[in-house]
C-alpha cells in the first residue's frame, strides 16, 4: 500500500522567503504525483502535474520536481506572498487508487 | 486519524447504466465533501461540492443530471453517474470536511475507477 509523507507538518516563513515543502511515498510504480493548495474550508486548486516519464513542472513562482526512484518530490514557491498561505497537498497516482499526503500548513506572514 | 473510505474502488459496467460511488467518513462527521474526477494525465478536477441536508453546488461544466450527488446524512455522500458511456470512464475521487470548528484539512478516500464499456 503506497504511502504518502509530508514534511514539515507546519511551516512559517517572513514575505519574500523562497521555500521548499517536501514530498514522500513508499512505492515508485506511480502514474503520476500532483501538488494541490488547500484554502481553509475549501477544496483543493490544482497546481502542477507531474506524470511519471517527467522530473519537474514550473508554473510561475512555482517549481516542482519529481525523483521517482527514490520517491521524492519537492514544491518550490519563490518570493514567497501572504497569498500563498495555506495547505499544500501532495498526491500520488497508482493503478488503482490516489493516495494524499496529510499536508504542509503554510504561513507567510506580511 | 480521520478516516474516508470510498466504494467501490473499481466498477466496470455497461454503457447505458447507472453506478453509484460512495463516500463515507468513518469516524467523523462531515459537512461538507467534495467530489473529483480524474482524467488521464491531466489535474484532478474539482466535479461538486455537497453540503448535508442541502443540494449540491457544481462547477461549470458538470452536468447536474449526470453526475446526481447525494449528501443525505452527515458521514455518507454519493455519486450516481447516470447513463454512463465511455466517455464517463474516469477516476473519481472524494474528499470530507469535518464539521469541527478549526477543522479544515480535508480527508480523501483511496479513489474509484470506472470503465464503461
Known amino acids: 500500500k503506497q504511502e504518502v509523507t509530508q514534511i514539515p507538518a507546519a511551516l512559517s516563513v517572513p514575505e519574500g522567503e523562497n521555500l521548499v515543502l517536501n514530498c514522500s511515498f513508499t512505492d515508485s510504480a506511480i502514474y503520476n504525483l500532483q501538488w494541490f493548495r488547500q484554502d481553509p474550508g475549501k477544496g483543493l486548486t490544482s497546481l502542477l502535474l507531474?506524470?511519471?516519464?517527467?522530473r519537474e513542472q514550473t508554473s510561475g513562482r512555482l517549481n516542482a520536481s519529481l525523483d521517482k526512484s527514490s520517491g521524492r518530490s519537492t514544491l518550490y514557491i519563490a518570493a514567497s506572498q501572504p497569498g500563498d498561505s495555506a495547505t499544500y497537498l501532495c498526491a500520488v497516482e497508482g493503478n488503482n487508487d490516489m493516495r494524499f499526503g496529510a499536508g504542509t500548513r503554510l504561513t507567510v506572514k506580511p | 486519524g480521520a478516516v474516508v473510505s470510498q466504494h467501490p474502488s473499481r466498477v466496470i459496467c455497461k454503457s447505458g447504466t447507472s453506478v453509484k460511488i460512495e463516500c463515507r467518513s468513518l469516524?467523523?462527521?462531515?459537512?461538507?465533501m467534495f467530489w473529483y474526477r480524474q482524467f488521464p494525465k491531466k489535474s484532478l478536477m474539482l466535479m461538486a461540492t455537497?453540503?448535508?441536508?442541502?443540494?449540491?453546488?457544481?462547477e461549470q461544466g458538470v452536468e447536474k443530471d449526470k453526475f446526481l450527488i447525494n449528501h443525505a446524512s452527515l458521514t455518507l455522500s454519493t455519486l450516481t453517474v447516470t447513463s454512463a458511456h465511455p466517455e464517463d470512464s474516469s477516476f473519481y475521487i472524494c474528499?470530507?470536511?469535518?464539521?469541527?470548528?478549526?477543522?479544515?484539512?480535508?480527508?480523501f478516500g483511496a479513489g474509484s475507477r470506472l470503465t464503461v464499456l
Open positions: 469516524d467523523f462527521q462531515a459537512t461538507t
Open positions: 474528499s470530507a470536511l469535518p464539521g469541527a470548528a478549526g477543522a479544515n484539512v480535508l480527508t
Open positions: 455537497s453540503n448535508e441536508g442541502s443540494k449540491a453546488t457544481y
Open positions: 507531474i506524470q511519471s516519464s517527467q
